[in-house]
């Protein structure tokens, strides 16, 4: 059974940090690409970062550039996101993802999000 829990979510006020963690279970994980998204009231769903099992990463957002750091962690299935100087605006449900792609087949899970609050 595939399993992506994620923790570390909360209230922090603005300027603060929250490290999240996504821990994975039920797949290969090193097969898979894992990511995080968020999803503000009213907004779609948007990438905040992604990385490989090789340590491959990416940054979706500029706003987030700088801030936002996500990593891994192969013998504990686990990916974390690192979030420093957290603003306002970066309230938001958090989820984990896990992607991969085999010719036109394409197989992703989702956890079920963890609230992060920035508000003072």
């Known amino acids: 059974q595939v399993q992506l829990v994620e923790s570390g979510g909360g209230l922090v006020q603005p300027g603060g940090s929250l490290r999240l963690s996504c821990a994975a279970s039920?797949?290969?994980?090193?097969?898979?690409?894992m990511s995080w998204y968020r999803q503000a009231p009213g907004k779609e769903r948007e990438l905040v970062a992604a990385i490989t099992s090789a340590g491959g990463s990416i940054n979706s957002v500029d706003s987030m550039k700088g801030r936002f750091t996500i990593s891994i962690d192969n013998a504990k299935n686990t990916v974390y996101l690192q979030m420093n100087s957290l603003k306002p605006e970066d309230t938001a449900v958090y989820y984990c993802?896990?992607?991969?792609?085999?010719?036109?087949?394409?197989?992703?899970?989702w956890g079920q999000g963890t609230q992060v609050t920035v508000s003072s």
């Open positions: 993802n896990a992607d991969r792609r085999v010719g036109v087949t394409v197989y992703t899970y």
């Open positions: 039920g797949f290969t994980f090193s097969r898979y690409a």
